[in-house]
Every structure is written in C-alpha cells, then in structure tokens.
C-alpha cells in the first residue's frame, strides 16, 4: 500500500497504527491511499484522462467524503469534508478509520472479482443516502452491504486500539449492519442478465477464474 497523507490532524506515525490493524495482505497490496486537506488538493494527484474523469463526478457530489476508484486502485479522503460532519475531534478520528476500512472493503471486492466488478458496478449508484432516512438498508447494492457491513464489524473489533490511537474519549454509536454477500453468487445473477455471447464467453473465463481473496 502506498500512502500519501496531506493531512492536517492526522499525524503519520497514527496512521501507520491504524493500518497496521488490516492485514498482511491489505499492507502489501498495490493499492494507493490519499488523504487530502481538501478539494484544492486533487490538483497535486497525477492523473490520467480517465481519472480525472471520475475524479471531476466525485467533486461535484459534496455529500461524498472518500471514495474507492477501479481500476485505479486507488483511495481518495477529502479532509476537510469529513470534518464539516463531524462535531468533535473524536468522531473525526473514528469516521476516518470507518471510510478508512469502507473503501478498502470496495478494494477487495475488486480485487477478488477483477473485471467482473465493473458490470457488477452498472447499476450502482452513490445516491443512496435515502436507505438509510427510511430505514431501508435492504435496497443497498450489494458492494454497499458488504462494506457497510465489514465497517461496522472493524471498527467495533478494533474499539480499545482506535481510541487509543487517537486519544478518543467518547466512542461513537454505530448503526449496526449485518449482511452477508456472497461475491460469487452476486456475480452469478449479474452473468445471467448478460446478452448470450457474454454469457459463453465468461462462463469459460470462470473456468480459469483464479478467485484472488484478500484477508
């Protein structure tokens, strides 16, 4: 993993900790990681025409404070955006770890689906704060279960290590979301949707489907 922290509160020696908490697996993936003050800051990130594409959609929805970019592998934290939701240091620093932990959890569903993350992406939409105003947390797409889930589970295992990381007083309520995705049966009910020719040829692509599982 390569960090670039442009941070103004996070020190780079807290950050290792936290990282530290993924595993061996996640440290060492080709993944890049950016922490930016703010929005100014993406004009420092070398980019390509693509990226700059999707970089361009991400600053235009003010409500997103991090995203995951495939095939990219690459992470993007706008500071400055997290702290306008945040009323205290404390829950600055827990929310941090908890994108933190949601957009690597997206880097390995890419990871393990490789091309086939990119159609199981068509119907996926950011806009999907409503589910969580209406309490309708079933109609997430399933990239979005699957992470909030495993956010959830990361930031209640590692608590005590996080707190004390940052120096945290007050441990934050988390909404608790528990599903379970299963990414091959996910892709099996997007393959079938696919028109005939796609189907043949990935059937026979799966066949030497070498299923790459980040820990």
Same mark, same amino acid.
């Given at each position: 993993?390569e960090?670039?922290n442009?941070?103004?509160?996070?020190? +780079?020696? $807290?950050? =290792?900790?936290?990282?530290?908490?993924?595993?061996?697996?996640?440290k060492?993936?080709?993944?890049?990681?950016?922490?930016?003050?703010?929005?100014?800051?993406? $004009?420092?990130?070398?980019?390509?025409?693509?990226l700059?594409? =999707?970089?361009?959609?991400? %600053? $235009?929805? $003010?409500?997103?404070?991090?995203i995951?970019m495939?095939?990219?592998?690459?992470?993007?934290?706008?500071?400055?955006?997290?702290?306008?939701t945040?009323?205290?240091?404390?829950?600055?620093?827990?929310? *941090?770890?908890?994108?933190?932990?949601? +957009?690597?959890?997206?880097? =390995?569903?890419?990871?393990?689906?490789e091309?086939?993350?990119?159609? *199981?992406?068509?119907?996926?939409? %950011?806009?999907?704060?409503?589910?969580?105003?209406?309490?309708?947390?079933?109609? %997430?797409?399933?990239? +979005?279960?699957?992470? @909030?889930?495993?956010?959830?589970?990361?930031?209640?295992?590692?608590?005590?290590?996080? *707190?004390?990381? @940052?120096?945290?007083?007050?441990?934050?309520?988390?909404?608790?979301?528990?599903?379970?995705?299963?990414?091959?049966?996910?892709w099996?009910?997007?393959?079938?949707? %696919?028109?005939?020719?796609?189907?043949?040829f990935?059937?026979?692509?799966?066949? @030497?489907?070498r299923?790459?599982v980040?820990?």
């Amino acid at each position: 993993m390569e960090i670039i922290n442009h941070s103004e509160f996070i020190e +780079e020696n $807290q950050l =290792k900790e936290v990282i530290n908490l993924f595993s061996t697996d996640v440290k060492n993936s080709d993944v890049r990681l950016y922490i930016l003050r703010n929005d100014e800051g993406f $004009q420092n990130v070398p980019m390509n025409n693509d990226l700059e594409v =999707k970089v361009e959609r991400f %600053l $235009q929805n $003010q409500d997103l404070l991090g995203i995951y970019m495939y095939p990219e592998d690459v992470i993007f934290f706008v500071e400055e955006r997290l702290l306008k939701t945040c009323n205290m240091k404390d829950e600055f620093y827990a929310n *941090m770890v908890w994108l933190l932990s949601h +957009e690597l959890r997206h880097y =390995k569903q890419a990871y393990f689906l490789e091309d086939r993350f990119h159609i *199981m992406m068509r119907d996926y939409s %950011l806009d999907y704060g409503e589910c969580f105003t209406n309490n309708q947390l079933h109609k %997430l797409h399933w990239c +979005e279960k699957d992470a @909030f889930t495993y956010s959830y589970q990361f930031v209640t295992k590692y608590q005590r290590e996080i *707190m004390s990381i @940052f120096g945290i007083n007050d441990w934050l309520y988390y909404l608790p979301v528990e599903f379970f995705v299963d990414y091959e049966r996910e892709w099996l009910r997007y393959k079938r949707d %696919l028109p005939l020719l796609a189907q043949i040829f990935w059937t026979i692509k799966d066949v @030497f489907w070498r299923k790459r599982v980040l820990i």
